[in-house]
């Protein structure tokens, strides 16, 4: 499975931004799709995942904020961010799993692009 993000950069709190994470490679090692976070000094953090059916998951500190989706073809996968707070960034990850369960678990997760910084200031 290949993860490739895009769409990261710098705003000012209270603005927008979307993720978007193109996907290729074995469907079955991707049947539960996450996006993750890691501030420096900080332990990453699983923030939204969604499954194949469009059920999702959200950490508390992101809903109702933050809104992951996938194509029809199931071969993107994004994140909107709305109300960006300073404590929001950190390096986003998009991640693939094969579980058959929404996860925010980060050992659950077998592959990882390679990141998209998000910078938001106060």
């Known amino acids: 499975v290949q993860l490739v993000e895009s769409g990261g950069g710098s705003v000012q709190a209270g603005g927008s931004l979307r993720l978007s994470c193109v996907v290729s490679?074995?469907?079955?090692?991707?049947?539960?799709m996450g996006w993750f976070r890691q501030a420096p000094g900080k332990e990453r953090e699983g923030v939204a995942s969604i499954l194949g059916d469009g059920q999702t998951a959200y950490s508390d500190s992101v809903k109702g904020r933050f809104t992951i989706s996938q194509s029809s073809a199931k071969d993107t996968v994004d994140l909107q961010m709305n109300s960006l707070k300073p404590e929001d960034t950190g390096m986003y990850y998009c991640?693939?799993?094969?579980?058959?369960?929404?996860?925010?678990?980060?050992?659950?997760?077998?592959?990882w692009g390679q990141g998209t910084q998000v910078t938001v200031s106060s």
């Open positions: 991640a693939a799993s094969g579980a058959r369960y929404n996860s925010r678990d980060e050992f659950d997760y077998s592959f």
């Open positions: 490679g074995n469907k079955n090692s991707r049947t539960c």
